[in-house]
């Protein structure tokens, strides 16, 4: 079984592949088209503000391929990946989805969701035998590939990889008629970003470095700025070191052998291990040039610090709580902490939506 944390650090790697390299730059904006903006049943969304309100049967978005128009409809959507399928379930939709990333973190989620999970990969005849009336996924470059395949069984959007979890969110919202309860999901993390963030800076935390890494075979990695787990270290106020807050591919930047004293020559440094090898692949606690005395150090699951989903999110939150202002201990992964994390967010959903958020 390869992990979610597998796939995000060979996009992060020198093996990096044409198709990932090349792959367009995409905003979460929906684009104007002349043919679908002189349409009477379409609304075409110009800006993040405009992605909340659209016309009554479809709605033009601009996905990995260009400007594509799509039936507002959240009956029989079905998910080409995980990430996309924990924020469908989030907006109250339940989809039939794909194992794409073969996520260890939901799978077990999604079987008690009652979710029908397709194998892993692009099965054609699979989804076709489902009779999806709207096809959504992330856009890796398999997915990418597919898309004008994937588009004579149903309309598709393939929504750009390295978008922001909130927007990608937003979008799935203006394309299912949820755009009120995505704005609900982003205002609970927003929120518990901010009360963290509080939190943390009475307790002395703020501005101090930190240094995700992950191990893979020959290969150190950190997460930078651009990766969503970088993106939330930013908003909780912490700083890393000048090699580990450049751009790098998809966000994930290489470190070498010789510079690693250095780079974990910072307050906090977290290891991050895989799910799919039972917590005994290498860590970077497993080299002995790593010196953490005197540090705050932990051992964290990659499978979500490097996904890109709400639950992700506040699995992570989650973890920088614990460790920093709990018992020190972060998640190990297991079904109960991850359906704990699960619950604990919808009910946050919940509470925002009731009070009209």
């Known amino acids: 079984m390869v992990a979610v944390a597998l796939v995000a650090v060979a996009c992060g790697s020198d093996a990096t592949t044409d198709d990932e390299q090349d792959r367009p730059a995409v905003s979460a904006e929906v684009a104007p088209s002349d043919e679908t903006s002189a349409a009477n049943d379409a609304t075409t969304a110009t800006s993040a503000d405009d992605i909340a309100t659209v016309g009554e049967s479809s709605i033009v978005i601009e996905d990995v391929s260009g400007p594509v128009e799509l039936p507002i409809t959240s009956d029989g959507v079905h998910a ?38 397709g194998p892993p990969g692009v099965n054609l005849e699979t989804i076709a035998a489902r009779r999806p009336s709207l096809l959504l996924g992330i856009g890796e470059p398999v997915l990418i590939q597919a898309e004008s395949d994937l588009e004579d069984i149903a309309p598709t959007a393939i929504t750009e990889y390295t978008a922001s979890w909130d927007d990608q969110i937003e979008l799935l919202g203006s394309i299912t008629g949820r755009g009120d309860e995505a704005a609900a999901v982003v205002e609970t993390i927003d929120s518990r970003i901010t009360d963290l963030r509080t939190r943390l800076e009475q307790e002395g935390f703020a501005g101090q470095e930190v240094a995700v890494l992950q191990v893979f075979g020959s290969a150190i990695f950190a997460l930078g700025p651009l990766t969503p787990a970088g993106t939330i270290l930013d908003r909780l106020g912490f700083g890393r070191t000048e090699a580990q807050s450049g751009d790098g591919a998809f966000g994930f930047i290489t470190l070498s052998e010789e510079t690693l004293p250095e780079e974990t020559d910072v307050d906090i440094v977290l290891g991050m291990r895989s799910l799919a090898f039972g917590g005994d692949d290498e860590t970077i606690f497993d080299n002995p040039v790593v010196d953490t005395d005197g540090k705050i150090a932990a051992t964290v699951i990659g499978d979500y610090w490097f996904a890109n989903h709400a639950l992700a999110y506040w699995l992570i939150l989650d973890d920088i709580e614990a460790l920093l202002l709990g018992d020190g201990t972060p998640s190990t992964g297991t079904i109960e902490e991850i359906d704990a994390a699960w619950q604990s967010l919808r009910s946050a959903v919940a509470e925002v939506q009731a009070d009209g958020g």
């Open 80 to 117: 080409l990946d995980e990430w996309t399928a924990v924020g469908l379930l989030l907006l109250g939709i339940t989809p039939s989805v794909d194992g794409f990333f073969e996520d260890n973190v939901v799978e077990e989620l999604f079987a008690a969701e009652g979710l029908d999970v």
